[in-house]
């Protein structure tokens, strides 16, 4: 996934969580706030109405001194004294109690006395009053008339608000009792009414005491909703509207929110920081988790020791500029590289050596190639270049500069190491191939380089193909020969001038199951590059061993490779077979090349000492095409010279070859070495040996490579 994307959903989930919180938070407060309202106005309202329950009995009981008394009764029912009344009810309620409206009523609750506003008036002024205060007064009569309840209620008070005029009055009306012993003259009492008008009383008290805000008398309608404001109903008007006392209650909830702003407004900062922290921190880890995916992925296509890219990616980039082959016309090219010897870095100087040249190698490609081009490191020291967009001309120049850069000294920390290379390459134009065909063929091409002396590049060419099958398909088949002990061993005549035979030379032969014969000149070499040279070798020499067993007065000799002699354990394992066969050491003539003697080293000088030592006497094959100098003839304990066959072939007619032919045979002389002349084919070419001075004659002319079975019979018709 894009990093971007990912940094975008977990900013989305980040500030999507803390935004549900705050919003959370925000609900969860407005909830909080809103309800601690309601309970606030509730109990505020609660409150209130009790407060006015309280104060109306206040009210009433302030009342109570004039109207349970015994005077009263004498002088407002037994018989009505209207100065009395002036001056004990009037003046006392209506003034010092502060009532604006004062009468009384009479047993038959028709007006005896009337008060208003601190002046008598007369008691038919009444009737304003009588609709509003007479449900007060049945009410009053009908608790009077059960004898229980009146025993058992000292004062009897009734009062409600109601709207005289516009304004709201607060009227109670009182039954007169005796405190004594008086008695009214009926059944019923005579009745005072009151009247106060509540804003004034009721209002002013309860605004201080309640310290109520905006406290105010309203009269509404009964279905007029009020929402912030608190109410307590104080009385129902005739009319059906409701009489109430509002004020505005406190809001705590508000005054909480209020004050919990800062700290809200923090928290919500805190979030939001908190928020951007967490997606800091998680974006860190997020791109840790991508980096290391990465690098995972880089890990998996790239190789660790150069960072070019490995097999897979190799793999993968050359099926691409394959298939964009077919889209785009062009060529293609594929350059396999080895480094020339690379074992013997690794061998010589450490893995750790090893991998800094590696390295060096891989930082030397990068700088001679372009962008466009992909390295590759194979494995070990093979490495590749995929060249897209190329023709065989620019294939060769990134060839050679591969060549040339991949050349001369390399510094490692633990000395200099000589760096080459070869390198092969494929160049398709069309993608009738397989990918895997064009890194095959640049496969092919570069072991042509190698064999072509290395330090080069090699264009891979079909006839490289098929041969290179066939020495597949042979090196295989040599193997199973080798397993299958299929390989024999065919016996050349070594004659002297007279033509008898005084020796034998031990040759391999193979007789493909579908080849037929195949010449040891061709699979000599193979082996020898196959690494099969050694097990040939063995199976020849074991099997001369046996078959000299059979021969006397006969030498035998058995051709030995270069890679044979330097290979470590190559003399005791001649010993071993000697000890096996019974076979004795001094019948034996080891031919060995020239070329085994280029190598000079330690080793293979040591294993001639020994193989001298033990008996085996020493032949230097094909003499006279390579650099052997008499310096090397000085100092290896050699028996004999082979002239070699290319000197014989041109005598006698070519005077050069004679000329060589002499100086080997005066330079054997002079040395006292032995000479054998091969490829003896004519009369002609034996003659003029002979007259040479050559001690010893092989060739067809004398006798045919034959099994070892014809030998004896062909000693016997020399003779
Ligand atoms: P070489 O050691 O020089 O062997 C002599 C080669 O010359 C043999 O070829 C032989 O058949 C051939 N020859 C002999 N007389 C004549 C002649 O008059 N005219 C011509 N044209 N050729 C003649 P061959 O058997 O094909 O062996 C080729 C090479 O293979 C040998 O050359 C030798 O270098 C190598 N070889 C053969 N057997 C072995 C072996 O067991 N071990 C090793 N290391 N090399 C072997
Ligand atoms: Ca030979
Ligand atoms: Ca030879």
């Known amino acids: 996934m894009d990093r971007r994307n990912i940094e975008l959903k977990i900013f989305g989930l980040i500030a999507g969580m803390a935004a549900g919180m705050i919003l959370l938070a925000g609900v969860a407060l407005t909830v909080a706030t809103r309800h601690a309202d309601v309970r606030e106005r509730q109990y505020e309202q609660t409150l209130v109405g009790n407060g006015l329950r309280q104060r109306g009995k206040e009210i009433q009981t302030a009342l109570n001194p ?37 009468y009384v009523l009479d047993a038959a609750d028709q007006p005896l006395y009337g008060h208003i506003n ?82 004034a009383s009721v209002i002013k008290t309860f ?45 705590p909830g508000e005054e909480l929110l209020k004050s919990a702003t800062p700290m809200l407004v923090a928290a919500v900062l805190a979030a939001v920081i908190g928020s951007i922290l967490l997606f800091r921190i998680t974006r860190r880890a997020a791109k840790k988790l991508l980096l290391s995916e990465a690098e995972a992925k880089h890990l998996s296509l790239h190789d660790p ?95 050679q500069r591969v060549v040339e850069g991949l050349s001369g000294e390399v510094d490692l920390s633990i000395g200099r190491a000589e760096l080459s290379c070869s390198v092969g390459v494929a160049v398709v134009s069309d993608a009738d191939h397989g990918q895997a065909e064009l890194l095959r063929q640049a496969d092919v091409a570069l072991y042509r380089a190698k ?62 199951p579908e080849r037929g014969d195949i010449s040891p000149a061709i699979f000599i070499p193979l082996a020898e590059a196959c690494g099969l040279i050694g097990q040939i070798g063995a199976a020849v020499f074991r099997r001369a061993c046996y078959d000299s067993l059979r021969w006397s007065g006969l030498e035998v000799s058995v051709n030995v490779s270069a890679l044979q002699l330097s290979s470590p354990g190559f003399v005791d394992e001649m010993v071993a077979t000697l000890a096996e066969t019974g076979a004795r050491a001094d019948v034996f003539m080891l031919e060995i090349t020239e070329t085994a003697l280029l190598k000079d080293s330690d080793g293979v000088h040591e294993a001639l000492r020994r193989l001298k030592r033990l008996g085996f006497r020493l032949a230097l094959d094909d003499f006279g095409t390579g650099y052997a100098s008499l310096a090397y003839l000085r100092r290896h304990p050699i028996d004999k010279l082979k002239i070699d066959r290319s ?47 050559v001690t010893e004659f092989q060739g067809f002319l004398l006798g045919r490579p034959m099994p070892a079975d014809a030998i004896a019979g062909a000693r016997e018709t020399v003779r």
């Open 451 to 512: 064999e072509a002396g290395r330090g080069r590049f090699c264009f891979f060419e079909p006839e490289m193909d098929s041969a290179l099958r066939l020495r597949k398909g042979l090196e295989r088949d040599l193997r199973t020969a080798i397993e299958n002990e299929a390989l024999t061993v065919a016996y050349q005549p070594l004659t002297d001038a007279r033509r008898g035979i005084v020796g034998v030379e031990a040759l391999a032969r193979w007789h493909h």
């Open 118 to 199: 601190g002046k008598d008036v007369a008691p038919d002024t009444y009737a304003r009053y009588a609709a509003p205060t007479a449900p007060l007064v049945a009410a009053i009569r009908k608790i009077e008339a059960d004898p229980k309840k009146v025993a058992a209620l000292r004062a009897v008070h009734k009062s409600r608000v109601e709207l005289i005029g516009d304004e709201p009055v607060l009227i109670t009306v009182s039954l007169v009792r005796p405190d004594l012993k008086a008695k009214t003259r009926g059944a019923q009492a005579p009745l005072v009414v009151t009247g106060i008008p509540v804003a």
């Open 305 to 399: 020791l150069t960072g070019l890219a490995n097999r897979t990616l190799f793999t993968d980039r050359l099926v691409h500029a394959h298939a964009l082959l077919r889209r785009k016309p062009g060529h293609l090219g594929v350059l396999c590289i080895d480094l020339d010897r690379f074992k013997e870095v690794n061998d010589n100087y450490g893995h750790d050596a090893g991998d800094q040249l590696i390295r060096e190698v891989a930082r030397r490609l990068k700088a001679i190639c372009r962008e466009t081009d992909t390295i590759c490191r194979l494995g070990g020291d093979e490495f590749a270049i995929i060249q897209p967009d190329t023709n065989p001309v620019g294939a060769a120049a990134l060839a």
């Open 66 to 102: 004039y109207v349970i008394w015994d005077e009263a009764i004498i002088k407002l029912d037994n018989r009505f004294d209207k100065a009395w009344a002036s001056q004990n009810i009037g003046a006392s309620v209506g003034g010092a109690l502060g009532y604006k409206i004062v």
């Open 647 to 693: 000197f014989v072939s041109s005598l006698p007619g070519n005077s050069e070859s004679l000329a060589v032919a002499s100086a080997i045979v005066s330079l054997a002389k002079s040395l006292g070495l032995k000479t054998t002349a091969e490829g003896v084919e004519t009369e002609g070419q034996f003659d003029a040996l002979i007259k040479l001075g």
């Open 207 to 251: 605004s201080d005491r309640f310290l109520l805000h905006k406290a105010h008398i309203e009269v509404v309608a009964a279905d007029k909703v009020h929402t912030k404001a608190a109410q307590a109903i104080l009385g129902k008007a005739a009319d059906g509207r409701r009489i109430t006392l509002r004020w505005t209650p406190r809001q």
